[in-house]
């Protein structure tokens, strides 16, 4: 299996800036393609962003393209979420998960425990 820790989370202004974290326990993180989650409150979870097993190749829901960058570093076991000029619909609590499926969006799995993201208007 795969555990997952995500950190980073904080409060922030609008159109400001955090990077968010997510580390890997084991070695064969690289074997996996990785996504970003999020919650708001009373809502259900969406999909925010993938990464494919290199880190080549990238997907993003229509929300944050242009504002969000995920990244991967392999040799460091960890996935990065940059989130620029964050709104306060960005408010959530921030979940990575290891992808199980072939596509981006699709099924997860090794979910970590969520960082609290805020954003004040």
């Known amino acids: 299996q795969v555990q997952l820790a995500e950190s980073g989370g904080g409060l922030v202004q609008a159109g400001g800036s955090l990077r968010l974290s997510c580390a890997a326990s084991?070695?064969?993180?690289?074997?996996?393609?990785m996504g970003w989650f999020r919650q708001a409150p009373g809502k259900e979870r969406e999909f925010v962003a993938d990464i494919d097993r290199s880190g080549g190749t990238t997907y993003y829901t229509d929300s944050v393209k242009g504002r969000f960058t995920i990244s991967r570093d392999n040799a460091e076991n960890t996935v990065y979420l940059q989130m620029n000029s964050l709104k306060p619909e960005d408010t959530a609590v921030y979940y990575c998960?290891?992808?199980?499926?072939?596509?981006?969006?699709?099924?997860?799995?090794?979910w970590g425990q969520g960082t609290q993201v805020t954003v004040s208007s």
């Open positions: 998960a290891a992808r199980i499926s072939r596509y981006p969006g699709g099924s997860y799995a090794y």
């Open positions: 084991r070695r064969t993180f690289s074997s996996y393609a």
